[in-house]
């Protein structure tokens, strides 16, 4: 189980650069962002985590290309590739700003049902991103509603969810809403290290 992290925390987790850990990371591992972005900080004040957002990696063998499955803010599903992130993120010619975290689901998850996992996210590619579901999470922490009936649309840890939840791996809630750092301190969620 991840436990809970505070910024400074994350600080002191092993950092390796990306070149040199491609080869080690899987369809399937977890990549848990801590931006300083104004939309960052809204999403880790609501969800009171260090944690921001929540996408995973699909490695794809034929074009030996790493990319991230997420759900962005004002775009939807995609897949972006993981070395953007850490040069040219969203074309601005800078690396992310915040921390990227690396986890992995243990025990681990057989091949073919991550495979199916990681299709369950392409088959929502393009669905767009639930830009006001923050502000509603916000309101249910506050007044303590549940969760409203689920539609099509997706936050970045909702679609993370999904795709596992889709093969039998689904990961504990504590909240009637799912949060990166849901994800985060499930009991089947190992952290491996920083990485930039």
């Known amino acids: 189980m991840a436990e809970t992290i505070s910024k400074k925390e994350i600080e002191h987790l092993q950092v390796q650069p990306y070149s040199e850990m491609r080869d ?15 939309f960052s900080q809204a999403v880790q004040k609501f969800t009171k985590s260090v944690w921001s957002h929540v996408g995973m990696i699909y490695k794809d063998p034929t074009l ?4 991230v499955l997420e759900s962005e803010t004002m775009i939807g599903v ?31 998850v057989d091949k073919q049902k991550l495979n199916q996992a990681i299709s369950y996210g ?18 249910r922490i506050l007044f303590k ?15 993370v969810y999904d795709c596992f939840d889709s093969v039998g791996v689904p990961f504990n809630l504590r909240d009637e809403y799912v949060s990166p750092d849901d994800i985060w301190q499930d009991d089947q969620v190992q952290p491996q290290y920083r990485i930039y």
């Open 145 to 159: 509603i549940s969760r409203r009936t689920r539609d099509r649309k997706y936050i970045c840890s909702e679609l």
């Open 64 to 67: 030996e290309r790493i990319f």
């Open 122 to 139: 392409m088959d929502e590619l393009t669905k767009p991103y639930d830009n006001f579901e923050i502000i509603r999470i916000g309101i």
């Open 24 to 38: 080690d990371l899987q369809t399937g591992d977890l990549v848990f962002c801590s931006g300083s972005y104004f």
């Open 78 to 108: 995609r897949l972006a590739p993981l070395s953007k992130y850490l040069r040219d993120y969203h074309g601005r010619n800078r690396p992310y700003k915040g921390n990227i975290v690396i986890a992995r689901v243990d025990p681990p």
